[in-house]
């Protein structure tokens, strides 16, 4: 197993204003860019050879990567000119794939923290005489996803769109987002055109007798599509729960990287990460944040399950809990930010001016 596509074209408005001005992989999560993890994990698995299929902010990831040589990869990068879903993505990068038509190629998104075993995935494709593998995982409520139920030796038996009833809901099973195809299979896909794998490719080829294998695997697992999601995940990468090669530093409480200043009597932790040139203030607590690149958290200000945006300012004695700032963003001292709010790259909150009350 040689070769990957790893599908990154994605606008991530769930995730705005994070991705403003940054596609959504390159976002920072424990230090680096999310990317880098996954790129590092596939190289662990033996992986030498990937292809990237970008679109949104297309001229970010290679000035960053280049042709992957520090990795220990060779990168190449193809542009989708327009939006051509997951299975048009893959087949738009075909012509960059060295493997001949009986080859696995493994297929991952570029929006998904796993510790998934990458060689158990490939060794199953082989093993089974499969078309495509997938890596399906088990969650509590599975409502919010495609359901892919299997049979007892793992074949893959039907999707089903998101259950709407208790009756409907067959499997915990659902589709975690990495793949095994044959190259045949890709080569395949229509070209020139939108083409889902979930609604069109899957469907499609298990109506024309192919075999789709799935595997379980319940390791970590966490779709980093919303804010607090991605805090989350970068929050587990420090502490050491999900697993991955590219932290730059011990896994524990805390990560602060080489340039940033911390006061000694700021409290960091809960996975915290204060990114390069970023400063935490005296007295300051931050727990379960990422603090990106250049911000600045002023003396006293209480940070929770938070992401700041590079270049952002937290004034003294502000106190967030699960808020998201964006880059430049300014929020003046004791001002309060719960529940989810967001404030917009390069917006400025005077003092004090939002403030939640203890019976809200």
């Known amino acids: 197993m040689t070769e990957a596509i790893l599908l990154v074209g994605g606008k ?32 662990a698995a033996g992986v030498d050879h990937v292809v990237m299929a970008t679109s949104y902010l297309a ?3 290679e ?13 190449e990068y193809v542009t989708e000119e327009e939006p051509l879903g997951t299975g048009g993505a893959i087949r738009n990068v075909a012509q960059r794939l060295h493997s001949s038509p009986s080859d696995p190629v493994l297929i991952f998104n570029g929006d998904i923290l796993t510790g998934l075993d990458i060689g158990e995935l490939v060794a199953t494709h082989t093993r089974t005489g499969a078309d ?24 893959v038996t039907a999707f089903l769109e998101k259950p709407q009833t208790p009756e409907e ?18 080569d395949a896909i229509p070209a ?23 595997m379980v695997d319940s390791t970590y697992w966490l779709d980093l599509g919303t804010p607090q999601a991605f805090v989350r995940g970068s929050a587990d990468l420090v502490l050491g729960r999900a697993p991955s090669p590219a932290v730059p530093g011990r896994c524990g409480d805390r990560l602060v ?9 700021a409290k960091l932790t809960g996975g915290t990460v204060v990114g390069a040139g970023a400063s935490v203030g005296a007295g300051a607590r931050v727990d379960g944040s990422a603090v990106l690149d250049g911000a600045v958290i002023e003396p006293g200000a209480d940070v929770r399950d938070s992401l700041i945006g590079a270049g952002a300012r937290i004034g003294s004695a502000a106190v967030l809990d699960g808020a998201v700032v964006g880059d430049g963003a300014v929020v003046g001292e004791g001002n309060e930010l719960r529940d989810g ?3 917009w790259c390069g917006a400025h909150i005077p003092p004090g001016a939002v403030r939640f009350s203890s019976d809200q």
Do not use: C, W
Not at 257 to 265: F, T
């Open 341 to 343: 709010i967001r404030v």
């Open 63 to 75: 000035p960053y990567f280049g042709d992957g040589s520090q990795l220990g990869l060779h990168l």
């Open 192 to 214: 020139g055109r939108p083409v889902s794998v979930e609604r069109e490719t899957f469907p499609g080829l298990l109506t024309a007798g192919a075999h789709l294998q799935g």
């Open 132 to 155: 495509v593998s997938l890596h399906l995982t088990r969650v509590d409520d599975p409502r919010a996803y495609g359901l892919v139920p299997t049979d007892g030796d793992g074949r």
């Open 257 to 265: 990287l080489d340039s940033a200043r911390v006061a000694p009597d």
């Open 169 to 186: 809901i067959v499997t915990d099973q659902i589709n975690a987002g990495a793949y095994v195809f044959d190259r045949a299979v890709i």
């Open 12 to 43: 991530g408005t769930r995730l705005r204003p994070l991705t403003v001005h940054t596609p959504k992989p390159m976002v920072p999560a424990a230090g680096v860019p999310f990317l880098t993890h996954q790129l590092a994990r596939a190289r």
């Open 59 to 61: 001229e970010v990831f």
